[in-house]
Nanobody
Framework: QVQLVESGGGLVQAGGSLRLSCAASGRSFSSSRMGWFRQEPTKERQFVAATDWSGAYTYYSDSVKGRFTISRDNAKSTVYLQMNSLKYEDTAVYFC?????????????????WGQGTQVTVSS
């Protein structure tokens, strides 16, 4: 079992920055691949970023590459999403998720546990 709790969302002006955190409980965190997804109202949840168990390998959607950075601290059982140069279109609920197995790291169906989400609103 892995429980995930996101924090750090809020309201920010376009061009600003936010850092999201996802605190995990459970023994599987250090061996899990971790991802961030986001969802706008009436739209499907979409992949944003992910990292392997060590943090050495990271993956990003084209829409955030170069602006967002995913990282993890296994000693603190926490994964982060640093978001810079935020745009209005980044507005969404952001979810972290844990993948305990294999399969495409980009596909939400391969993630086993999800947080409750945190709202990020970027004003234009």
């Amino acid at each position: 079992q892995v429980q995930l709790v996101e924090s750090g969302g809020g309201l920010v002006q376009a061009g600003g920055s936010l850092r999201l955190s996802c605190a995990a409980s459970g023994r599987s965190f250090s061996s899990s691949r971790m991802g961030w997804f986001r969802q706008e109202p009436t739209k499907e949840r979409q992949f944003v970023a992910a990292t392997d168990w060590s943090g050495a390998y990271t993956y990003y959607s084209d829409s955030v590459k170069g602006r967002f950075t995913i990282s993890r601290d296994n000693a603190k059982s926490t994964v982060y999403l640093q978001m810079n140069s935020l745009k209005y279109e980044d507005t969404a609920v952001y979810f972290c998720a844990a993948n305990l197995g294999w399969g495409s790291i980009y596909s939400l169906s391969n993630y086993d546990y999800w947080g409750q989400g945190t709202q990020v609103t970027v004003s234009s």
